[in-house]
């Protein structure tokens, strides 16, 4: 399922480093057609050298954009929790605007869970590097491609065991 909300990062081009879209269509009745939400902003939008504002874009700006996958704001952030502290309370605040539900918001800041490497290195110290971070949703799923990397890492130990007994 396609997120609702989405943050791009132009790495820095624009005061306006990062914007949020809000792909759900506000119906307002506008001769436009529907309108959709966004936001612009820096990293500290609160700072007086800082940039947040929020706007709209009626449907054929938003379909224009839509088209060419919002390449021209720059790479997506798919972790808003990566963001400076200031921006994701900017972002949460903007999403809490738009309308958003409190697991819209948990499902684009997942938290941030440390794996214990002392105890994984004592029952596998081939699997796991330290130190290693996971990035978990709500539900308990890895996100990402952090779980392929460690199914990978299992594999291998596993077969490099195997080749020595």
């Known amino acids: 399922m396609a997120s609702r909300f989405r943050i791009y990062d132009n790495g820095g081009s624009s005061a306006d480093r990062y914007t949020l879209i809000d792909s759900k269509a506000v119906d307002a009745g506008s001769v436009y057609g529907n309108i959709y939400n966004y936001a612009g902003f820096s990293a500290d939008p609160s ?39 200031r921006a994701q309370d900017f972002v949460k605040r903007c999403m809490r605007d738009f309308g958003a539900t409190d697991r819209q918001i948990q499902g684009l800041f997942p938290k941030m869970v440390a794996i214990d490497v002392e105890t994984v290195s004592t029952t596998a110290p081939t699997l796991v590097p330290p130190p290693l971070l996971v990035i978990v949703s709500d539900e308990g799923r890895a996100q990402g491609s952090q779980l392929e990397v460690l199914s990978r890492a299992a594999e291998r130990a596993l077969s490099t065991n195997k080749g020595k007994q």
Do not use: C, W
């Not at 940039?51 to 919002?70: L, N, P, Q, W």
């Open 47 to 85: 700072s007086a050298q800082g940039v947040g504002i929020t706007g709209e874009m009626d449907e054929r700006a938003y379909r224009e954009h839509a088209m060419k996958s919002f390449r021209r704001l720059g790479k997506r952030v798919k972790n808003g929790s990566t963001l400076p502290q």
